[in-house]
């Protein structure tokens, strides 16, 4: 098996989950090119702790606006690299607090794109073998799947029949959708060229981190992502290598805070569509 040449792309918006980022970089077998996209504040730090754990890697540094979660600077920032790898992984650090089923899927999708050597491996054969293969991803979570199939679209049906149009692609909202949900996965740069093509910017994407949990330009892309990948002729495949696991905090404070959470989530999505 040819050794293919692999790019990481990294977005880094909670430097404190840098260090286990790197422990799951480290699981990468292969030589590899990474490149790092994080807002200002935290951009020394971020540079700092990466070029100590890896001093001979060759890495890209690019200072980004706080627009668009990890997807613009995905689709923005780094589409002129893509074309000169055979493989590129996306990754980031992600937080999902708002409730408390959401807190290890941070975990879960890092696990299963890069949890050991032995896993990075098998999905790199999976490439190898099949070349028609664009797009591997981890399975979405069973919480949010019982939610997605009861309304897959959520509030992102209107932004996505913007997109699809765009890409010459045809959705339905009475059809299934499955997509890399938490936006951590490998890819063929053929694949989505599609997408980089529409030549994206930063602006095109609303700003701030959290205001929005729907609706936005970030999640249509998203969810997007495997219509386009078919779009290109290529196949995408989910995997499951390390189940998810639910940590729920079952006292008395750990529910109240839960719901507290919840509610003020739901305010400030009340307030990301109506002002």
């Known amino acids: ?3 293919p040449k692999i790019a990481i792309v990294v977005h880094c918006f909670y430097v404190e989950q840098l260090e286990a980022i790197i422990g799951f970089l480290e699981n990468i077998p ?8 994080s807002v200002a504040e935290i951009s020394l730090a971020v540079r700092a702790l990466l070029e100590k754990a890896f001093p001979k890697k060759k890495t890209a540094f690019r200072t980004v606006q706080n627009r ?12 002129d690299v893509y074309p000169a790898y055979d493989l590129v992984l996306k990754i980031h650090t992600k937080k999902s607090s708002q409730t408390s089923w959401l807190k290890e899927w941070g975990s879960y999708l890092l696990e299963n794109v890069a949890g050991t050597p032995a896993t990075v491996s098998l999905i790199l054969k999976m490439f190898a073998e099949d070349k028609a293969l664009g797009l591997v991803y981890p399975e ?9 199939m009861k309304d897959p679209w959520q509030e992102n049906w209107g932004i996505c029949q913007k997109l699809a149009s765009q890409l010459g692609i045809l959705i339905r909202k009475e059809m299934s959708l499955d997509f890399p949900a938490g936006s951590m996965f490998w890819f063929r740069p053929k694949a989505l060229e599609l997408l980089f093509k529409l030549g994206l910017m930063p602006d095109d994407f609303p700003g701030g981190s959290s205001i929005r949990r729907n609706g936005t330009l970030a999640h ?21 290598f390390e189940p998810y696991k639910i940590v729920r905090d079952m006292s008395f404070s750990g529910r ?9 989530r739901r305010f400030l999505d009340f307030l990301g569509n109506h002002l």
């Open 68 to 79: 668009g979660f990890d997807i613009a600077s995905f689709v923005c920032e780094f589409r």
């Open 220 to 240: 249509a892309v998203e969810r997007m992502l495997v219509l386009i990948v078919g779009k290109a002729g290529f196949s995408s495949h989910a995997v499951c």
């Open 256 to 264: 109240l805070k839960n719901r507290a959470s919840c509610e003020w």
């Open 140 to 148: 979405i979570i069973p919480p949010l799947k019982q939610v997605l």
């Open 1 to 3: 098996m040819n050794t």
């Open 30 to 37: 292969h030589e590899s090119d990474l490149y790092v996209s």
